[in-house]
């Protein structure tokens, strides 16, 4: 879905134009943010890999999927590092509880306390997700008796989580041009990065600001911000909204100009990637070729 933000349609224009001449290199970053970690991938619904998927797959098949769209080449191999370093028993805070609501003596400084940063949201009037995962119709009542019975409530140290909280992965495409990711729980806040590095220049862009730099080799440097381009940065950055305007047309006949964005074919390639790199990290990082 991310093909269809105006934040990484304009950037697929600006690599088109040859303004920084080849793709030699592709740096991109998911920082997932500490609180989303804990959210979905410790306490929630993809925590586990044997019932949903690898994290790898769940959160950034989308990143694979843009890194190959925006290079326009086939990955060849991959190769792939990654743990679940900090989300277990072993680095529980001396005597924590199960549940945070228990009485836990680190809940004055613990970061991940599910009381309090749930309890913010609903204080804040945030009833929207992530809180209304936690309960359909958050009120002081209802969140107390999720927290105190379901998932949401649990210690982050003391879950059946077994899915990765920091991974990198590196690909070599078609060409000779390579790409490196890393998507990592530890971050202050949630966000995309990517620098794309050519023969003539580089391109650095910043989806959480919506801010892209163009800094040709020798030339005028050029900072495009995306505000000004859309207002729609609802769902994923406005690509859901998109996504599905396309969709709609193509299922009533009115076929998109130029046809349709993605298809198949590519939401298969994305996957095929995502699962080498999880192939390639239970294998400690040996190379996987597609």
């Given amino acids: 879905m991310l093909r269809y933000t105006v934040f990484y349609q304009t950037l697929k224009q600006a690599l088109d134009s040859g303004v920084i001449g080849s793709i030699a290199s592709v740096q991109a970053i998911e920082r997932v943010g500490y609180w989303h970690q804990a959210h979905s991938f ?3 619904n993809w925590r586990n890999s044997a019932e949903s998927s690898p994290m790898i797959l769940q959160k950034s098949c989308h990143d694979m999927d843009i890194i190959l769209w925006l290079t326009g080449r086939h990955c060849l191999r991959v190769s792939s590092f990654g743990s679940l370093m900090h989300f277990s028993r072993e ?4 005597g924590a509880p199960e549940r945070c609501a228990q009485g836990c003596p680190a809940a004055d400084t613990c970061p991940y306390n599910a009381v309090a940063y749930y309890g913010g949201l609903l204080r804040e009037g945030k009833t929207g997700w992530p809180l209304n995962v936690v309960c359909s119709h958050p009120s002081e009542k209802a969140l107390a008796d999720a927290l105190e019975n379901g998932p949401y409530g649990r210690c982050v140290y003391c879950c059946d989580n077994d899915v990765v909280d920091h ?13 490196s990711f890393t998507m990592c729980a530890f971050t202050a806040d949630g966000g995309r990065e990517i620098r794309v ?10 989806m959480a600001r919506n801010i892209i730099r163009i800094m040709p080799f020798g030339g005028e440097e050029k900072t495009i911000d ?19 305007e396309e969709f709609l047309h193509l299922v009533s006949g009115e076929a998109a100009e130029g046809g349709a964005l993605t298809g198949i074919s590519n939401s298969v390639e994305s996957h095929r990637v995502a699962f080498a790199a999880e192939q390639s990290r239970l294998m400690h990082g040996a190379a996987v070729t597609l």
Avoid: C, W, Y
């Fill in 42 to 44: 410790v306490r929630g």
């Fill in 226 to 244: 995306v505000k000004r381009l859309t207002q729609d940065f609802s769902g994923h950055g406005g690509g859901d909204a998109r996504m599905l």
């Fill in 91 to 94: 680095n529980a805070p001396q």
């Fill in 197 to 206: 590095m050519g023969t003539r220049g580089e391109i650095f862009g910043d």
């Fill in 167 to 179: 991974q990198v992965v590196n690909l070599e495409m078609e060409g000779g041009v390579t790409a």
